[in-house]
Structure formats: structure tokens, C-alpha cells
């Protein structure tokens, strides 16, 4: 059972444009949200991380949007460029001891044409 | 600082072998945690450890082991290879255990012929 609902799959977006990347999950219990962008041949990177009790954050060109009542959540990344190419992750934990384990949607393979 | 580092890189076994995969933390983190990583699942949690002790387990047959030594240095094993157990595994460290921040090595890339 996947616990964290990643869409779209794939997303090609020209430069400049603003992808979207969705996520929604079940488990109440989820206290972290993090963001991993994955290159061919390199492990997952942390990009951004939220927790529920604020609805927006934003680092540089990308900005993570929070529903709490919705269980969604959602990845923005502001003026794309080629090489924002890359595979994204949504992910969630119950937090505290359990940090480490983190419950992985299935990854959007974004391509940004030049 | 040099980051989170996996070996080997790539391992090409046969159905029925076992193998052993390592992991270097990033010096001065004292967890340790395993995912696999496939096309058709995605990323799955292993396990975790932290001070030599396994603190969390997914949902994985016992075929899958791991264990953590005192210099936090982690290896995880698989055993009676099959071919379901090709997939890129990925040792991520953090500096504690209820650290946010997970630093994922390169993984090494598993082929079970």
C-alpha cells in the first residue's frame, strides 16, 4: 500500500515555466515533509522540507504548498531551468525517533526543454 | 567533507548467492539508514541504525540484514539472492537519530542474473 500519492509521472515543461508536482497522503501520524531531487547515477538530495503546521515555505526557486485538512501537498519550482531535470520525490515520516524512515512517493521525472 | 560512500558501486551475482553491500556515513553522523530502490517500487525502506542497534525495519523478508559497527560504518546483506532483488540499494546518514536531514550516498546497483 503506498502511503504517499505522487503526480503527475512525468511533467515536460519548457524553461521558465512553473511545474507542479502533487502529493497526498493518509496517515495523520506524518509530521515531515521533504522534497528529494534525484540526478541519473546519484542518490536522492534533500531540495525542501515542511512541516504541518505552517502551509508555505520557499527556498530559492522552490516552494512547497501544505494542505493539512486536504492531506496534500505540493512542490513549485519558479522560472524552470534544464537543469531542474531531474527525478523528484515527495516523502513523508511520523517524526521523533522514526526520522529516518521515510515513506516515498513514486517520483516525477521532469524534464524543462531550453 | 566527504559525503555518504557506497561500495561497490556496481555487483552482478546469480540467483541463490548472497552478497554484502557497505556503507560509509558521513563522518560524525551516527545513523544509518537503507532503502531499495526499483522501477516498480520505488524507494522502500530497509532499516535503520543507530549506536550499533537496529532501531527501525520495513517490510522485507529476514533474507535482508544489516548491522552497524562502532565507527558507525553500516553493511546490509542479502541472502538466497532472487532475481526481485535486482534494484539500486542507497544508504542515507544523518547526524542523529531524530535528525531531519538524511545525506544519500550513490548506492551501489545490484543485478541478479
Known amino acids: 500500500q503506498q502511503q504517499v500519492k505522487q503526480s503527475p509521472q512525468s511533467l515536460i515543461v519548457q524553461k521558465g515555466g512553473i511545474p507542479i508536482i502533487n502529493c497526498a497522503y493518509e496517515?495523520?501520524?506524518?509530521?515531515?515533509f521533504p522534497w528529494y531531487q534525484q540526478f541519473p547515477g546519484k542518490g536522492p538530495a534533500l531540495l525542501i522540507a515542511?512541516?504541518?503546521?505552517?502551509s508555505e515555505k520557499k527556498e530559492g526557486r522552490f516552494t512547497i504548498s501544505f494542505n493539512k485538512s486536504a492531506k496534500q501537498f505540493s512542490l513549485h519550482i519558479m522560472d524552470s531551468q534544464p537543469g531542474d531535470s531531474a527525478t523528484y520525490f515527495c516523502?513523508?515520516?511520523?517524526?521523533?525517533?522514526?526520522?529516518?524512515?521515510?515513506?516515498f512517493g513514486r517520483g516525477t521525472q521532469l524534464t524543462v526543454w531550453p | 567533507k566527504a559525503g555518504v560512500t557506497q561500495t561497490p558501486r556496481y555487483l552482478i551475482k546469480t540467483r541463490g548467492q548472497q552478497v554484502t553491500l557497505s556503507c560509509s556515513p558521513i563522518?560524525?553522523?551516527?545513523?544509518v539508514s537503507w532503502y531499495q530502490q526499483t522501477p516498480g517500487q520505488g524507494l522502500q525502506f530497509l532499516f535503520e541504525?543507530?549506536?550499533?542497534?537496529?532501531?527501525n525495519k520495513g517490510n522485507f523478508p529476514g533474507r535482508f540484514s544489516g548491522r552497524q559497527f562502532s565507527n558507525s560504518r553500516s553493511e546490509m546483506n542479502v541472502s538466497t539472492l532472487e532475481l526481485g532483488d535486482s534494484a539500486l540499494y542507497l544508504c542515507?546518514?544523518?547526524?542523529?537519530?531524530?535528525?531531519?536531514?538524511?545525506?544519500f550516498g550513490s548506492g551501489t546497483q545490484l543485478s541478479v542474473l
Open positions: 516523502a513523508a515520516s511520523n517524526g521523533g525517533s522514526t526520522l529516518g524512515r521515510l515513506y
Open positions: 515542511i512541516r504541518p503546521d505552517v
Open positions: 496517515n495523520t501520524a506524518f509530521d515531515y
Open positions: 541504525y543507530f549506536s550499533e542497534t537496529q532501531r
Open positions: 542515507a546518514s544523518s547526524l542523529d537519530l531524530d535528525t531531519e536531514k538524511l545525506f
Open positions: 563522518s560524525g553522523h551516527r545513523s
